[in-house]
């Protein structure tokens, strides 16, 4: 993340995002695959790790060492073929946009740090500073309730982020900067996409 200044002066902050370049590695339609979609190649491996059958299948694309291998779904699946390149030119400043990513996997934590619990009493001897408390019920239902916070692992789930502004395009570089933060680490992969229903 950073920071710019509109016209106005405003204090903007922004995340930096490489989108690109994305190669098209297969055109799925609906009568060959039952749906319309098109598989997108982006960053780079070495080729040593990417095993026989998946070479041959990336080759048609005129290359072989894709990082990262995602879906998107077109509706018109014709107008691409393999081995086409998507820019950062595709999106437009201003425009409004939906972040898919990964959040940051924090482990196995307690409920303080996973649900924002404030805490039990630090003084008169309590002995119940970071616990859940009670968690049962009494004689009925004597059980504990689906979906009750407890402690346990946090992070590391698929967010989606809607209505994300973008604040700048630098095609020379297929940067995107995005206004505030989006899931995941620094060197985490996002998905952004076009919102299926605009208002």
């Given at each position: 993340m950073t920071s710019q200044f509109t016209s106005e002066g405003k204090y903007i902050p922004v995340t930096v995002i490489q989108v690109g370049p994305c190669v098209v590695t297969q055109v799925k339609t609906t009568d060959i695959d039952g749906y319309n979609a098109l598989q997108l190649g982006f960053g780079e491996k070495s080729p040593k790790s990417i095993n026989k059958p998946m070479q041959g299948h990336l080759t048609?694309?005129?290359?072989?060492?894709?990082?990262?291998?995602?879906?998107?779904?077109?509706?018109?699946?014709?107008?691409?073929k393999p081995g086409q390149t998507i820019t950062a030119e595709l999106f437009g400043v201003g425009e409004r946009v939906e972040i898919v990513g990964i959040s940051?996997?924090?482990?196995?934590?307690?409920?303080?740090?996973?649900?924002?619990?404030?805490?039990?009493?630090?003084?008169?001897?309590?002995?119940?500073?970071?616990?859940?408390?009670?968690?049962?019920?009494?004689?009925?239902?004597?059980?504990?309730?689906?979906?009750?916070?407890?402690?346990?692992?946090?992070?590391?789930?698929?967010?989606t982020i809607r209505n994300v502004e973008i604040f700048d395009i630098r095609p020379k570089d297929n940067l995107v900067l995005l206004k505030g933060p989006v899931p995941g680490a620094k060197s985490g992969h996002i998905t952004i996409r076009k919102p299926k229903y605009t208002k």
């Open positions: 048609k694309s005129g290359r072989e060492n894709f990082e990262v291998l995602k879906e998107v779904p077109v509706d018109d699946p014709e107008s691409y940051k996997g924090r482990g196995f934590s307690g409920v303080m740090k996973r649900h924002g619990f404030s805490g039990g009493k630090k003084t008169h001897g309590s002995h119940s500073h970071r616990i859940p408390g009670s968690i049962g019920c009494s004689a009925w239902p004597a059980k504990v309730i689906k979906g009750k916070k407890m402690p346990g692992n946090f992070g590391n789930d698929q967010k």
